[in-house]
């Protein structure tokens, strides 16, 4: 009993099934006899250099043809890809969309399929059988890459066998399906077949009795009526789909439908490879930084405008969370699940632009939440891919700089950590701290009581689990009030406008070292209010008017 051993070396095998499109997404397994017969014949004229069919090779096809294999099928998962290929058709001078094609294929990795025959051949046809096997180069598809080997008096128990021809009378209980292959009618039968069906047609066309001559066109007639109906199974098996079309055929002639009956899971759905859960740590502080495609500097937004650039970033961070649903991610929006301002201390997230290389120019968004920013925050920042300005032509570049608590960013390189230092304070903490963007009051301010500008700072200040400062010192006059005339100071999508549209320029002391980033006030998780530790300072003129003294 002769059998081959088929690998495929790229462990992907690929067959359309007779009758079916290639973008039906379906693959022939196993593979139908008339596959592998046809792949065989084909081996011997590609490789062995056919002119015609030797003896050896007509005996053994015919053999294998007369007898009905039996598979073992290895484990097996379908899978495909899907691509546009260009159609090369022009349409009004522009060539047309191109088509979508699927290629689908079985996934057997290195596992080998058995092909087992119930006949007997001779020397000469089995070393017919193994020259013709090891010149295979694919079965089915061209990228369907095959290495055969052929196996002697193979005679498998029926156990291992799980693609069997259906016979009459029998019948496979749960777990059993029927498919439906094309294999070649047995040689004898075809021959009788062939026989009787061109002397029907023959018999319409008779030739002249007696010694009578012909004429050229019965001749010709008689040659067209048998013409579709090759003379043997092997010259079947030689001709191409177009002829076989072109004389009206549905299927090849020679071949039939038989039933295979096979296991019910003999081919496997793979199911999508779902990500592994990722326990994401929670982080304080992440530091983006910004750029223009261009690398200009000269085009980043100014310092004036710490607020807008804010609230734009902002509202890309939500839609980012949201995709248009409701968001529930309370460290970027300050909100419950019910919709209510989170209670605590202003724990959640503060957006703060700020001007790491001091030219004047945001460049780097420090976002700070004392609460942690979860998984889910911490995607949504790490999405943000580009932002916007006012009057510059094109995106603003985003890219992740930093990630993690505060003493990280302290690791940054001059002249960024120089910067960051102040933001920070060092770190034993500082005891006085000045103002980098305008403090704008989150409250109507009176002459006296809680609501004035110093009551305001301290209960911004309690509010945030700070100690009250020991001194609140407005500057006026001094090139750091100055640079505070121009900032925006009001919302402009989200948010009331402040109470008080006025911006001040302050300076803390306190009675003990804190650490930053403070920002206080109206608008302080959108950079206003922010401060910096201050570092050793030279006069630089102006005036202090001191409301809280020591």
Known sequence: ??????????????????????????????????????????????????????????????????????????????????????IGVLDKGREKSPTLVFDTWLDVGDAALEIHWGCELTRAEMEQLRVLAECLGYLGRSESWVEAKVVEDSAPSCARLNAVPH??????????????????????????????????????????????????????????????????????MTRDTAWWKAHGWSQPPGAQRVLYWRPKGA????????????????????????????????????????????ELLHRAMVSILGKGQAVDCPEITGRDEQGRPLLGGHSHAHILPVDLDEDGRLDHFLIHAPMGLGGEAQRAIRGLRRTWTKGVAGDLQLAMSGSGDLDTLRALPAPLGKRIEELLGPPGGA?????????????????RGANTLEGQVQAELASRGLPPAAEVCVLQGTAEALALRHFVRRRQRGGAPPPVDAGYALRLRFPEPIHGPLSLGYAAHFGLGLFVAEMPATDEGGSLQCLVSP
């Open 267 to 310: 081919i496997q759905v793979g199911a999508p490879a779902r990500p592994r859960t990722v326990t994401v740590r929670p982080v304080t502080t992440m530091l983006l930084a910004m750029t223009t495609v261009s690398g200009n500097k000269s085009a980043l937004p100014a310092r004036t405008r710490t607020l807008p650039q804010a």
């Open 431 to 447: 005891r006085t701290w000045l103002i980098s963007t305008p403090f704008v009051p989150p409250r109507f301010l009176k002459q």
């Open 1 to 86: 009993m002769p059998g081959l051993l088929l690998r495929f070396p790229a462990g992907r095998y690929h067959a359309t099934p007779w009758g079916h499109h290639v973008n039906e997404g379906q693959v022939e397994w196993p593979p139908s006899p008339w596959r592998i017969l046809r792949a065989l014949v084909s081996s011997g004229f590609t490789t062995q250099r056919w002119k015609a069919i030797p003896q050896d090779a007509v005996s053994l096809i015919e053999k294998l043809a007369g007898s009905m294999p039996s598979y073992y099928l290895p484990p097996a998962i379908v899978a495909h890809s899907r691509h546009y290929m260009p």
């Open 167 to 236: 016979g009459d009378g029998t019948r496979r209980g749960p777990g059993w399906e029927q498919i439906s292959l094309m294999a070649p009618i047995p040689p004898p039968e075809y021959a009788g077949w062939r026989s009787e069906t061109t002397k029907r047609l023959l018999a319409g066309l008779p030739l002249p009795e007696g010694k009578k001559k012909p004429p050229a066109k019965l001749l010709k007639d008689r040659e067209k009526a048998v013409a579709p109906y090759p003379a043997s199974l092997l010259e079947c």
